[in-house]
């Protein structure tokens, strides 16, 4: 009986060729703006909070007068104080000595264990950290948008940011948890899904719960997550412990229409940059979801004959957008983590990354690599955590706005 390929698989040798081929999305356009000058990040967040004051009102003490009337009655300015604490982010990574002995030569793998977990664990926490940027601060990766009952299969309203192997809890606000630890197995992004899977029993969830990593979702004691755009850009709302019901000016310039979507439009981009000029601020960046970058693109082209994507300082490419006054070139640049159907419109100089510093290892004992422990004993494993202490703040919150309910393409 002749050799068949299947009777031969035991004895052949497997040939492990070149380097790692990624299949993930690595990409981070709002947090490399967030970064991208060393006057846009700040390390001075000793304390227990980062606080500055904000000017908020003007002395009204103006007037004219006739001869001999009375001067008008003093002002003053008005001023608020700011207050920022910082959110602590970790990751964790743990390899067994049997995969650190076995993988540490080239040709025992495709790469040694210890470089590429280390080397993709800082990739992962800046494609998290990309997502929280556009947060509230409170965890969300998405909401419930239908009332699931005894199954496994949740109905979202954005499932671009779920990941397989998330694990997630889903949380009834304003803080409750509901469902704990179920991992995500299965995700459908197909047009009308907008599906996950998860691990486990069935399930039952109620419209708007928000779906977060587990342990990482808003509790009693306020939101774990960094603050991010999604509160900072918003015309109601306490942020770093000032209200707008007491100081008016501290909104941004939100531009709505009551849910209805409506096409993008110079027109409606003009008035945003304007509106906010108004407030005394200039807008540098436009940050929009692909489909909306589409919608842009296609109304460019029925308006142009030819639409072509520029450079911009910094090496990042996009559109650009030229209103008919002094703000010339704006660059309006697409994220794949950008909320959809919006339009989001920033003075980049307004905000500030808050850290103590840079991602870095644990290791207040001398050493990254801490020894596996629990009550049965220790194990030839070996566990490291990545720690950054961080906020993003915004000392001019009405020098930035969003356009809400616009159609994709």
């Known amino acids: 009986m002749a050799a068949t390929i299947a009777s031969v698989t035991p004895i052949m040798k497997e040939v492990y060729e070149g380097r790692i ?10 947090l490399k703006r967030v970064l991208r000058t060393s006057s846009g990040v700040s390390n001075e967040t000793g304390g227990k909070y980062v606080t500055f004051p904000i000017h908020t009102r003007r002395n009204q003490g103006i007037g004219s007068r006739f001869e001999m009337e009375a001067l008008p009655t003093a002002g003053q300015q008005g001023y ?12 964790a990574l743990q390899l067994t000595g049997q995969a650190i002995s076995l993988t540490d030569t080239n040709p025992k793998a495709f790469a040694k264990a210890l470089d590429e977990e280390v080397t993709s664990l800082k990739n992962d926490v800046k494609v998290d950290q990309n997502r929280q940027v556009y947060g509230s601060g409170n965890g969300a990766i998405s909401t419930t948008r ?34 704990s630890s179920r991992t995500v197995t299965a995700i459908d992004l197909t047009a009308g899904a907008n599906t996950i899977t998860l691990s486990g029993a069935a399930i039952t969830t109620t419209v708007g719960q928000i779906i977060v990593r587990a342990g990482s979702g ?20 306490i942020l770093y412990n000032v209200d707008p019901a007491a100081e008016p000016e501290w909104t941004s310039e939100i531009a709505s ?3 209805t979507l409506r096409a993008v439009s110079e ?9 906010i000029r108004t407030r005394g601020g200039k807008t540098t960046l436009i940050i929009q979801s692909l489909g909306v970058r589409r919608a842009y693109a ?9 639409v072509n994507t520029v450079e911009f300082k910094g090496g990042f490419k996009g559109l650009a957008f030229v209103t008919d006054g002094e703000e010339g070139e704006i660059p309006v640049v697409s994220d794949v983590d950008a909320p959809l159907n919006q339009q989001i419109f920033l003075n ?29 004993g220790r194990y030839d494993a070996y566990l490291a955590q990545l720690v950054e202490y961080h906020e993003l703040g915004c000392d001019r919150r009405n020098t930035n706005g969003r356009i809400d309910d616009l159609t994709e393409a």
Do not use: C
């Not at 299949?23 to 709002?30: G, I, K, N, S, Y």
């Not at 009952?149 to 803080?175: C, E, H, K, W, Y």
């Open 218 to 237: 808003v509790a009693a004691a306020g939101n774990r997550e960094m603050t991010g755009l999604a509160a900072i850009i918003s015309n109601t709302g």
């Open 257 to 259: 229409n009551g849910g």
């Open 146 to 179: 239908t009332v699931v009952t005894a199954l496994n299969v949740i109905t979202v309203v954005d499932g671009r940011q779920f990941q397989i192997g998330m694990i997630v809890d889903i949380i009834t606000l304003p803080s409750t948890v509901a469902v």
């Open 267 to 275: 027109g409606l981009m003009t008035q945003e940059v304007d509106r």
């Open 298 to 306: 296609n109304l460019l082209t029925q308006l142009r004959s030819t």
């Open 348 to 376: 980049e100089d307004s905000l500030t990354y808050y850290r103590d510093e840079e991602w870095h290892w644990l290791d207040r004992d001398g050493s990254m690599w801490k020894q596996v422990t629990d009550a049965s």
């Open 21 to 30: 081929r990624e299949q993930l999305r690595t990409e981070t356009v709002a």
């Open 80 to 91: 608020a104080g700011a207050r920022i604490g910082l959110k602590y982010a970790y990751a």
